[in-house]
């Protein structure tokens, strides 16, 4: 066999991989898991993959929030497209679960920004990707029908990049934000739901909707299933299931859980000079194992 009949049969069996998880994402949100909803707790790295993936994770969400803390930078948008795939790209690589990157707006505001970083996050591994509507954090958010074109032009790219399967869930930042007179919020993200949905989107992401049921009204008329955001002290999970949440995640949670135990840990360190915050950790051999695949 040739160098470049190696190299294409690598990059064959790669596609294929990547379509199987892509394949295999689709079918967690569509037919859901035991349970009956894809729970999703957001990496921002590649340890932190690892690790969810250790802890019997069906599928790896990733946080732009956390992935910007992580590389220096504040979440809304801050971080570069070359930042943030490469971000993607160890992420993948780190575990054999599908994943699906938070790509924020698209890292620019045109059709053509929006299908340069799918196609980019498709290259990077990834089997899914979230793309919300906010033109900057707190709003305004794109019109509809420029939103609907956005994600029309990353449904295409993922075509052309040989992914069609790519699992594109869109994000509506109306509640998150509180876009609009308060009465009008549902009917607005139902209208958002059905030119996205036309527009090729897979699942509709409502992050700062937690009333159970105004949920459950969205669930039963969204063309989308609906993905929650889950925070402390809101609905825990068999609640928002009951809803018919077909997908949940958590944000920067996870990451914020992190940080606060490393603050705490060392904290200790510096101040009474003892390590009980270390009590309990993961083992370095647990956690290095995880690295040696």
């Known amino acids: 066999m040739t160098l470049a009949s190696s190299a294409s049969s690598a990059s064959s069996a790669s596609s294929a991989s990547l379509r199987e998880r892509a394949l295999r994402l689709r079918a967690l949100v569509a037919d859901g898991v035991p349970g009956g909803v894809l729970v999703l707790p957001n990496a921002w790295d590649a340890g932190s993959a690892a690790v969810i993936a250790s802890a019997g994770a069906a599928a790896i969400a990733s946080t732009s929030g956390g992935v910007s803390w992580s590389l220096g930078r504040g979440d809304g948008q801050q971080l570069g497209r070359p930042e943030a795939v490469e971000a993607a790209r160890r992420i993948a690589a780190a575990v054999d679960l599908p994943v699906t990157v938070d790509a924020e707006g698209g890292y620019g505001p045109r059709p053509a920004d929006v299908a340069d970083t799918v196609r980019a996050l498709i290259g990077a591994g990834a089997a899914g990707v979230n793309l919300e ?161």
């Open 133 to 293: 509507d906010s033109t900057t954090p707190g709003g305004p958010l794109f019109p509809v029908a420029e939103q609907a074109a956005r994600l029309g032009a990353a449904r295409e790219a993922a075509a052309g990049a040989g992914l069609p399967e790519l699992v594109v869930n869109a994000r509506t930042d109306v509640f998150l934000f509180g876009i609009g007179p308060a009465e009008g919020r549902l009917d607005d993200v139902l209208a958002r739901a059905a030119a996205y949905a036309e527009a090729g989107a897979d699942g509709l992401f409502v992050p700062g909707l937690l009333d159970l049921d105004a949920l459950a009204r969205l669930c039963a008329a969204s063309p989308l299933p609906v993905n929650a955001m889950a925070v402390p002290g809101g609905p825990a999970v068999a609640e928002l299931a009951a809803a018919g949440v077909r997908r949940i995640s958590v944000g920067t949670g996870l990451a914020q859980v992190a940080y606060t135990a490393a603050r705490r840990a060392a904290a200790e360190l510096l101040g009474a000079g003892t390590l009980t915050e270390l009590d309990g950790a993961l083992g370095f051999g647990e956690l290095d194992a995880l690295y040696r695949r």
